[in-house]
């Protein structure tokens, strides 16, 4: 049974969410503090984090980036804001998707099922012992989810690991940005294509020596990208 754990200030929210994740089988942890949610998330083996931007003391990007340094689990950013600054920043801080309130139960619980079945098929899929992907300098290790640039281990969220792999899997393909989000979010009716471009900005500063000269990722202006050989 997979485990989530919930950072919400407003507890009749959290709640909400509580319940209707339950109705699917999910075990589900509520933090209202987001100090002791942040340590909890840490501490204890979760599978996926529901995080609350707006929350007293401390806020949900700072407790984002303070799980992305020691753990590798799915974070969904929730807040009431629609900036598209707060989705840029909060992707960059390394969340994987990011909703906007109101939404609905049963969008949350879409979103939730889509990231851990997504997970559960890349981590768990049908590769052999070690199976790396190497080329001119990247190494991928598909097995351990482990990214050497140039001999150097570079640290990359799960969101980032999956597109950078399925990429270098596909090279030379240009592939759109709709079609990576359907590939790696495994959603084709909700969430933003923005989260492709931010994704890829953050993997091209761990891999490419020039981020404005990419070697590696290629955009291809009013299509979308392609990994070159």
Known sequence: MNRILIIEDELAIAELEKDYLELSDFKIDVETDGEKG????????????????????IDGFDICRRVREKKDMSIIMVSSKNDD?????????????????????????????????RYSRLVGGNVS??????????????????????????????????????????????????ELFQKIWGMESVGDVATVTVHIKKIREKVEEDTSKPQYIETIWGVGYRFKM
């Open 38 to 57: 942040a340590k909890r998330a840490i501490e204890e083996d979760y599978d996926l984090l529901i995080l609350d931007l707006m929350l007293p003391g």
């Open 85 to 117: 600054i707060d989705k840029i920043r909060g992707l960059g801080m390394g969340a994987d998707d990011y909703i906007t309130k109101p939404f609905s139960p049963s969008e949350l619980v879409a979103r939730v099922k889509a990231h851990l079945s």
């Open 129 to 178: 012992d070690n199976e790396c992907i190497e080329i001119r300098g990247i190494k991928i290790d598909k097995t351990a989810r482990r990214v050497f640039v140039n001999g150097v281990e570079e640290r990359f969220t799960t969101k980032e690991f999956d597109l950078l792999t399925f990429l270098a899997q596909n090279p030379n393909h240009v592939f759109t940005k709709e």
